[in-house]
């Protein structure tokens, strides 16, 4: 999950396993085990509770606003920073690039709370 995701994927070489990655965060769909479909922010809550991202990166960027309502959820699902940076911008202003991973099979410990 990130928006700007083959700006990322071209940097940080995840390999060549079968990935769930979405290019927006301002919409994505998903559908958990019991067939239900989700949109948009619900899409990306119910992503994260049943721990279904491969990755979830968040930036200061392309869509801050969403830092605060997902990186909880995500924490809380068992998620961890692998990887985190700041960079500044060509005009100085510093953004911060944090990359979720999962926690192992068996200990995703999100509840659904939409």
């Not at 994505?28 to 992503?47: F, I, L, P, R, S």
């Not at 049943?50 to 990755?55: I, Q, S």
């Amino acid at each position: 999950m990130a928006s700007a995701s083959s700006i990322y994927e071209y940097y940080i070489h995840f390999g060549l396993v079968d990935r769930v990655i979405w290019q927006s965060t301002w919409y994505m769909q998903y559908t958990d085990a019991e067939h239900k479909n989700y949109v948009g922010v619900d899409a990306m809550k119910a992503a994260i509770h049943d721990c279904a991202l491969d990755y979830a990166i968040m930036d200061d960027y392309y869509a801050p606003e969403m830092n605060g309502v997902l990186e909880p959820l995500l924490s809380q699902a068992g998620y961890h920073i692998g990887f985190k940076e700041s960079q500044l911008l060509s005009f100085g202003a510093p953004i911060g690039i944090r990359v979720w991973i999962p926690p192992k099979a068996g200990e995703c410990s999100g509840r659904r709370s939409l």
